[in-house]
């Protein structure tokens, strides 16, 4: 079994302030890949990144930057210098062998 | 770049009545997925379609679902008689050959389903 989940259920912050979404997961696998996903108020999903099990390194990629860390089993995802497009709802999600989401982080990044 | 197209975007029906939700997969993509988001709630898994049969279900996809790959390119789900819990967001999704290891999906823009 597996689960993930997302204690933060929402967040809200004043524009240009950093956000940071906690992410904790539960596997048996020694394999497995992580995500996060962005759903936009428009409904879609968007991929933002997979990192996978044997890959600590943690990465910045613009205003994206996330920590992995293998010991706590989080997947942590920081939005620096936070914008209003951003407001969207976060989905931290695990694979093994098929896809399962946190229940969801909203982000809402106020003017 | 290659998408996973859905329609319709928004379907409303009666409940009771039948609804088939269309998805046309990335070309070369082996593996195919429904997944449901009711409104405020988190993305669930309802099925994996591989070889022309349904690979893996989850305890949703009961008698009332099924899918189908009719003409090779597209990718239907059929609710046969819907309900008013059926309401959601439902997502194709389309993969290839190593996604069920990666988890590396393309998902298309969802298809709202509104049950009156």
């Keep these: 079994a597996q689960k993930v989940t997302q204690a933060q259920t929402e967040i809200s912050v004043v524009e240009k302030e950093d956000v940071t979404l906690d992410c904790v997961y539960e596997t048996r696998d020694t394999t497995y890949y992580l995500f996060w996903y962005k759903q936009p108020p428009s409904g879609e999903l968007v991929f933002l990144i997979r990192r996978n099990s044997f890959d600590e390194q943690n990465e910045i990629s613009g205003r994206y930057s996330w920590n992995f860390q293998k010991s706590t089993s989080s997947f942590n995802f920081t939005i620096t210098a936070s914008q209003v497009v951003d407001s969207a709802v976060y989905f931290c999600a695990l694979n093994d062998y098929k896809l399962s989401f946190g229940a969801g982080t909203t982000v809402t990044v106020r003017a | ?116």
């Design chain 2, 1 to 116: 770049e290659p998408e996973v197209t859905q329609t319709p975007s928004h379907q409303v029906t009666q409940m009771g009545q039948e609804v088939i939700l269309r998805c046309v997969p990335i070309s070369n993509h082996l593996y195919f997925y429904w997944y449901r988001q009711i409104l405020g709630q988190k993305v669930e898994f309802l099925v994996s379609f591989y070889n022309n049969e349904i690979s893996e279900k989850s305890e949703i996809f009961d008698d009332q679902f099924s899918v189908e790959r009719p003409d090779g390119s597209n990718f239907t789900l059929k609710i046969r008689s819907t309900k008013l819990e059926d309401s959601a967001m439902y997502f194709c999704a389309s993969g290839t050959d190593s996604s069920p290891n990666t988890g590396e999906l393309f998902f298309g823009e969802g298809s709202r389903l509104t049950v009156l």
